[in-house]
């Protein structure tokens, strides 16, 4: 056993545990640790994950506030000094706010703190104005940056879904990742810093839940590797509503973040955010599909060259679907009384030039297109919509992307109908469980992705890792989406060398490939996007592929394209 370092003589209040890697340990004040064996391991675990590192947090085990300090001062030492000692809050606040200020730190919503402290979203909404008024700030995103600044992210942690430091998950969760190896030795360079920012919605459950946790995984991976070229890669998580979009958007620009990855937020709101954040040239990356969005920056490379879409636009889904049900009506798996389709198109992407393209992809299809009509994003009325949809007695009726709640409405409304008509969604059905949630109600629905899981050697060893990570299924999109996003960031900071030489790095999004998860990322679409095969390239190495499945007893039938052998 190595010798253990001699402590200092503790303050009132402190103690202290040295544990040496290969041997037990001892502390200053021997009941307190046998009363925590939980400090104990932690201790121990750090020797695997903070080679040479420090970390401080702050324990709240017993309603006591106590701060936790970890060192492990190298490899070779072979030793870990824990100290605890008791202290004041920082900033004045109560342990509930210190909880949901973690939360919130963490990437969480108002609705998953509720349901992760059991208690009512107003009570968290009460918290967290008091939380801003202690912390005199204005947006989630500065409550995190001091929350990390004053290392006050809190034990235990309030729920593992939550995305924090890798180096402070991976002594405390132990659902985390995989560590970093113990032989890497930390990089003394600048960090690399990458936000990820998701909206707070009916999808924060299930979509975003499963996009933050792909890119938590895609950053662990990344750490476990040694970082981006030997630097750190920090990791700023938040969640927002709408509102507050623009403004946390510029908190992380004062923080001088390095690059963005966007949840799915509505285009007037998503617009000036992504101009701000353009301004200071950050490489922003999402996977929102408005035509109009990629249009935009295509029309204004100086106010918007700085974002980048690494998928198809909604523009992909109807050509997709009736191509799909063509090479299904030649199999004799389909059959249409008069190929007559119905399209309902969200009001937030309905553009100018909707109705001409839609009536030119049905045309080009074999389609007679009877009806297309706008519809609010968050609609539950569909009552005088469904009367003149059995008007119309389409064949096919085909939904772009609606939040969860709105998809199960019109599917309510509209379950006469499906008696003469296929149902086909957009996205939505990919979020984790959604056969589950809907059970009857998703039954033979038809529904289809332009970026999702395909099958390959990497993607099948994404989804295990996923599941061994959080003991839960990735969903067949949106976690892998938001892991290839983070790992094509990391690439192109690699190859530009400072990730915030922010010149270099969109250039090589712009010229550079990667395959991912959810296959080929090249930006050559129109508006710096991606490309959707077979609709707008010939070649699968240079898009993603139009996913479309059937719901069938429950589980997603993949029709295209076929699964291979």
Same mark, same amino acid.
């Given at each position: 056993m190595r010798k253990l370092e001699e402590s200092s003589t503790p303050s009132p209040g402190s103690r202290r545990w040295l544990q040496?890697?290969?041997?037990?340990?001892?502390?200053?004040?021997?009941?307190?640790?046998?009363?925590?064996?939980?400090?104990?391991? /932690?201790?121990?675990?750090?020797?695997?994950?903070?080679?040479?590192?420090?970390l401080r947090y702050l324990d709240i085990t017993g309603n006591t506030v106590r701060r936790v300090s970890l060192d492990v001062p190298d490899a070779g030492r072979g030793v870990v000094r824990l100290d605890v000692h008791d202290t004041e809050a920082p900033f004045g606040l109560t342990i509930r706010e210190l909880? /949901?200020?973690?939360?919130?730190?963490?990437? *969480?919503?108002?609705?998953?703190?509720?349901?992760? *402290?059991?208690?009512?979203r107003r009570t968290v909404a009460t918290h967290l104005e008091h939380v801003f008024a202690k912390l005199g700030v204005r947006t989630r995103a500065s409550v995190a940056t001091l929350i990390a600044a004053e290392d006050a992210y809190v034990s235990p942690l309030p729920t593992s879904a939550l995305v924090l430091p890798p180096a402070l998950l991976g002594v405390l969760d132990d659902e985390e990742p995989a560590p970093r190896p113990a032989t890497s030795r930390p990089p003394a360079r600048r960090p690399a810093i990458l936000a990820s920012v998701y909206p707070v919605g009916p999808l924060a459950d299930t979509q975003v839940l499963a996009m933050r946790r792909g890119a938590r995984l895609a950053v662990g991976e990344i750490s476990a590797r040694g970082g981006v070229s030997g630097r750190e890669l920090e990791h700023v998580? /938040?969640?927002?509503?709408?509102?507050?979009?623009?403004s946390t958007v510029r908190d992380l620009m004062e923080r001088g973040v390095d690059g963005i990855v966007f949840?799915?937020?509505?285009?007037?709101?998503?617009?000036?955010?992504?101009?701000?954040?353009?301004?200071?040239?950050?490489?922003? *990356?999402?996977?929102?599909?408005g035509q109009a969005l990629s249009e935009r920056v295509r029309a204004d490379p100086a106010g918007l060259g700085a974002v980048f879409q690494v998928c198809s636009t909604e523009s992909a889904y109807v050509p997709g679907l009736l191509r799909t049900v063509g090479d299904l009506e030649d199999r004799g798996a389909f059959r249409s009384r008069r190929r007559r389709l119905a399209v309902l198109q969200r009001e937030s992407t309905f553009d100018p030039g909707v109705v001409e393209r839609v009536q030119r992809q049905a045309d080009y299809a074999g389609w007679e297109l009877v009806f297309l009509e706008s /519809?609010?994003?968050?609609?539950?009325?569909f009552s005088d919509i469904v009367s003149r949809l059995e008007l119309a007695d389409p064949d096919l009726v085909s939904l772009s992307i609606f939040p969860e709640p709105t998809l199960r409405a019109f599917l309510e409304a509209a379950a006469g109908l499906r008696e003469s008509a296929t149902f086909h969604a957009a996205w939505s059905p990919a979020a984790p469980e959604f056969s589950r949630r809907l059970g009857g109600l998703s039954e033979g629905l038809l529904w289809s992705t332009v970026i999702g899981n395909v099958d390959s050697p990497l993607c099948t060893a994404f989804e295990q890792r996923f599941r061994a990570a959080f003991r839960a299924d990735p969903g067949p999109a949106a976690a892998a989406v938001h892991y290839d996003m983070v790992n094509v960031l990391a690439q192109a900071w690699s190859r530009a060398s400072r990730p915030w030489d922010f010149v270099a790095v969109r250039e090589q999004l712009r010229t550079s490939a990667s395959f991912g998860v959810t296959g080929a990322h090249k930006f050559v679409g129109r508006g710096q996007r991606g490309l959707s095969y077979p609709d707008e390239t010939g070649d699968p190495a240079s898009g993603h592929p139009h996913l479309i499945y059937r719901i069938t007893g429950g589980s997603h039938q993949r029709l295209a394209p076929p699964l291979a052998g």
């Open positions: 040496p890697v290969d041997g037990q340990g001892s502390g200053s004040d021997p009941e307190f640790f046998a009363s925590r064996p939980d400090l104990v391991l /932690v201790a121990r675990r750090a020797a695997h994950v903070l080679p040479g590192l420090s909880e /949901v200020a973690t939360c919130v730190a963490g990437g *969480l919503g108002n609705q998953e703190i509720a349901t992760v *402290l059991s208690c009512s998580t /938040v969640s927002v509503a709408p509102d507050e979009l623009l949840g799915n937020f509505p285009l007037p709101v998503t617009l000036p955010a992504l101009a701000a954040a353009n301004a200071s040239g950050t490489p922003v *990356l999402h996977s929102m599909t /519809v609010a994003d968050a609609a539950l009325d």
